[in-house]
């Protein structure tokens, strides 16, 4: 489950914003959440999308130790039950914009239908935000670091189009993760050439300090998307990757 849900829901911000740049809203999972928790999410029902959603200038934060990991995404778009499963609806115009994101295996998780053609979540805005820290408000054993389990990412997109990813900062892996990725486009799980992610753009971010010591390495920006027979129009510029 998730400590914040948008239910099918339409027209809402959560804003931690007082002086331009401040964070002042902290949103923590209990110490005990369980297996697959999530901060945030975004929920589509079937036949009833999420639109005009955004979250910004909050701290999300999850329960993950260097060796346990219930928080599954600081930020999610899916099914009900996570991960594995699609959206039950084409959802829109989500934006998460300068949070900071501490204790969580994936930062932001967008999974779509990608069950038909043009079935995309469409114009998502990514920008500004700090996935991984130093230290876990809740004390204790948490961690800050991002990651943690196999084949996750600070940044997840699958089926989508018509998304800016710009200015994020991606650091500080738990050790114990297997395949990380810091921004993942895939098409894991879907139909062949269905909606496969598309005019997308991935500038400006910062990707360092992510370290490893499970197998599969670390993968600054991976770009997975099958099998497909159009232009993508994806464009990566202007990144900084150190550290890995």
């Known amino acids: 489950g998730a ?15 007082g ?5 002042n809203l ?4 209990p110490t005990n959440s369980g297996t697959n928790s999530r901060v945030v999410d975004f929920m589509p029902n079937t036949g009833q999308k999420c639109q005009f959603l955004s979250v910004r200038n909050c701290q999300l934060v ?12 600081g930020v999610y778009l899916g099914a009900a039950t996570a991960p594995g499963f699609v959206a039950l609806s084409r959802s829109e115009n989500l934006s998460v914009i300068n949070n900071e994101i501490l204790g969580t295996s994936y930062g932001v998780y967008m999974r779509g239908r990608a ?5 995309f979540e469409k114009n998502i805005v990514i920008s500004n935000n700090i996935i991984g820290g ?23 997109l699958n089926t989508v189009s018509t998304a800016v990813v710009d200015n994020n900062t991606i650091r500080n892996l738990v050790p114990a ?5 810091a921004i993942f486009l895939t098409h894991e799980g879907s139909t062949a050439n269905f909606s496969v992610d598309s005019n997308i753009q991935i500038t400006r971010n910062t990707i360092y300090n992510l370290n490893a010591t499970g197998s599969g390495g670390v993968s600054a920006i991976r770009v997975s998307l099958g099998n497909y027979t159009t232009p ?13």
């Open 134 to 156: 130093y230290s876990n408000p809740l004390g204790g054993s948490f961690t800050g670091f991002t990651g943690g389990g196999s084949n996750v990412a600070g940044i997840y």
């Open 232 to 244: 993508r129009a994806i464009l990566i510029a202007n990144n900084s990757i150190s550290n890995l």
């Open 26 to 29: 902290s949103f923590r999972l």
């Open 177 to 181: 993760s297997v395949d990380y990725r």
């Open 19 to 23: 002086i331009p740049g401040q964070r």
């Open 62 to 73: 999850g329960n993950n130790t260097l060796t346990t990991f219930p928080a599954f995404a």
């Open 115 to 119: 069950t038909t053609v043009n079935m």
């Open 3 to 17: 400590l914040v849900r948008f239910n099918a829901a339409w027209y809402f911000t959560i804003d931690g914003e």
